[in-house]
């Protein structure tokens, strides 16, 4: 995005409207300079090991560059590598726990395992459970920052007030939150990968959006981006429902399944929506097994949904965008997804609370 600057001198005194990204005059490029910056920025991410920030700034380099440049297919190239990377888990967060727990620390552990000293079991438990903390503390602390952009708390409460006046307070505010977990798996993954995009804004009795300011370069971030969103809000879904189990109070159980069968109604394969996305990695072979999934789970949730899901998925296997090689772990994230949640959705609650 080019917003900053309408107007830009070029070198050679041509006045340039700055969505040009090649001076027709001269033939230079007059974002060079900040082309330049963002390298150089690149480079520093590079050098501290950070994959995201790397493609970030040069997603951001790739927006000022002629699409049809050398430059332009370089820097591509080194964007969608990252993205793999980043994809098959090599990010700076599975690399930090080298930094933590010295190297060759598990062997020790593995050895005492095999002693089978109870030391050694309660070693891992609380390595697990520190693993399982800071894992935890770190999406919470992304759930938190969500908040702090004003678009976002301010269109969250408008829509808070919609859905209070509809079914009161209590069922309006878990479904938005329950909206909010959802739309931050979203913004979760969009770091992750480096692309730039708006904070989610509610749009009051609708749902919620994150717009992208810069288009996924490869098929696998998009879905990875997609299914995140529902992927969260099967965390939240659930979550509710270990609390309902635990205070028996009927709303909670009310908002862990339409919180549930909201995230179900995402994962319809058509149009924008984020089961569309989800299917844009999935080779067609994958995509008929997708369906038959959707069609057996009808079995046991009955949800008619399910009908519609199958629907957009008997479409997608004649789409013609079908990727040759497939993506497995799309295919597995997605079918569990559908299964999981048609079931979280049809769980029985209480009859009075159904609003
Ligand atoms: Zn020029
Ligand atoms: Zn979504």
Redesign the pocket.
């Known amino acids: 995005m080019v917003d900053e600057i309408s107007i830009y001198e070029c070198a050679c005194g041509s006045q340039l409207p700055a969505h040009l990204l090649i001076c027709p005059g001269c033939g230079r490029l007059p974002h060079a300079e900040r082309l330049k910056e963002l390298v150089a920025e690149a480079d520093r991410a590079r050098a501290r090991g950070e994959f995201s920030g790397q493609a970030s700034a040069l997603r951001n380099a790739l927006e000022l560059l002629p699409a049809n440049s050398r430059q332009h297919e370089v820097i591509r190239a080194r964007v969608v590598e990252l993205s793999d990377m980043i994809d098959a888990g090599f990010s700076p967060e599975a690399a930090a726990p080298a930094v933590n727990a010295p190297i060759g620390a598990t062997r020790p552990r593995r050895t005492l395992l095999k002693a089978g000293s109870a030391v050694g079991v309660i070693a891992l438990l609380l390595w697990k459970l520190k693993f399982i903390l800071v894992f935890i503390a770190t999406k919470a602390k992304l759930l938190l920052l969500g908040l702090s952009k004003s678009t976002t708390l301010f269109t969250m409460l408008l829509s808070l007030g919609v859905y209070w006046a509809a079914w009161g307070w209590q069922f309006g505010l878990g479904v938005v939150l329950s909206i909010y977990v959802?739309?931050m798996g979203?913004v979760a993954a969009l770091r992750k990968f480096g692309i730039r995009a708006t904070a989610p804004m509610f749009l009051p009795g609708i749902g919620a959006m994150v717009r992208l300011h810069q288009y996924p370069q490869t098929a696998r971030e998009d879905a990875r981006v997609g299914l995140a969103?529902?992927l969260w809000g099967l965390g939240a879904s659930v979550a509710t429902l270990a609390i309902y189990y635990a205070t028996q109070y009927p709303v909670i159980a009310a908002i862990a399944t339409v919180g549930a069968w909201i995230n179900l109604l995402?994962l319809l394969p058509v149009w924008q929506l984020?089961g569309a996305r989800g299917f844009r990695s999935l080779s067609r072979p994958q995509r008929w097994i997708a369906l038959a999934v959707i069609a057996a789970t009808w079995v046991p949730a009955q949800e008619g949904l399910l009908v519609f899901l199958g629907i957009g998925a008997a479409l997608q296997c004649f789409a013609k965008d079908a990727p040759e090689n497939g993506d497995a772990r799309g295919l597995i994230t997605y079918v569990g997804l559908v299964v999981s949640l048609a079931l979280l959705s049809g769980i029985p609650v209480p009859e009075a609370v159904i609003p």
Do not use: F
Request: hydrophobic share 0%.
């Open positions: 959802h739309e979203h969103g529902p995402n984020d």
